[in-house]
């Protein structure tokens, strides 16, 4: 599909569900819109705020807050994603002598963590760094494991039979194997490092994008909540276009 029309068509989506949104908020279409008003906010409303956030630059303390905990969260849970995930698909009996402990640990609901962790590190960014670690990591490490363990194993064996080292094969033949699942994890990863940051400040901080929401929830004020998951939403959105171009360019080669 042409680029500018998939662009074109994304962006008519958006227009129709604020058109309806708007219409539901402001009209009797869809029944009371004070009602409505009350539990969904008013578009125009939500627009407004956010525009006040930033032409007073209000927000911008509390969005690199939420920036460094999501960017460090990020970079600390895919590099241990990424390293362990290799580790393990090198290396069978280490992953079958740990398999029952990953998957106890990746079942704990983070959520019961955030209290520990603030109990932990205390409430500052570390605490909320460590949850969205422990979202991060798992989601790489499993698609590393699996992109690993899926290399074509006649590639390998011709790999060895004309003598790459074990080094040469790692550069050679795994990384570029696997970096078709790591990218697909790092966009996955990209979401939940900024969910571990906000859940993180939404249960205890004094700054952040999740701190603003609480305020908001905490006073029934509506327009600030659906304004401050806009802003969180298009912080996402922005941080996945980046690690979007970063694939492209080391994917060039991968045939479209």
């Known amino acids: 599909m042409n680029r500018s029309l998939l662009v074109l068509l994304q962006i008519l989506v958006a227009v129709v569900v604020v058109a309806l949104w708007h219409l539901a908020s402001a009209t009797t279409l869809f029944g009371n819109p004070k009602t409505i008003a009350f539990f969904f906010a008013n578009p125009v409303g939500v627009a407004q705020r956010i525009w006040t956030w930033f032409s007073s630059g209000s927000i911008w303390y509390h969005l690199g807050i939420t920036l460094a905990e999501s960017a460090l969260a990020f970079l600390i849970g895919s590099l241990g994603g990424v390293v362990f995930g290799f580790w393990f698909a090198r290396k069978p009996l280490v992953a079958a002598v740990f398999d029952p402990y990953v ?21 500052g960014i570390w605490s909320k760094v460590a949850l ?125």
């Open 132 to 256: 969205g670690v422990t979202l991060v990591f798992f989601i790489v490490f499993f698609n590393v494991y699996q992109g690993v363990k899926e290399v074509s194993q006649p590639v390998l064996n011709n790999g060895r039979m004309l003598g790459m080292s074990e080094r040469q094969l790692l550069r050679h033949i795994y990384l570029p194997s696997a970096l078709s699942w790591v990218f697909s994890s790092l966009h996955t990863s990209v979401g939940f490092a900024v969910v571990g940051a906000v859940v993180g400040e939404y249960l205890g901080s004094a700054a952040g994008l999740g701190y603003l929401i609480h305020q908001a929830e905490g006073v029934f004020d509506v327009v600030g909540v659906f304004a401050g998951m806009f802003v969180l939403m298009a912080f996402v959105l922005l941080v996945d276009g980046l690690v979007t171009l970063v694939e492209r360019r080391l994917l060039a080669w991968r045939a479209s």
């Open 103 to 123: 998957k106890a640990a990746n079942a704990l609901p983070r959520v019961v963590l955030a209290p520990i962790f603030a109990l932990w590190f205390g409430l």
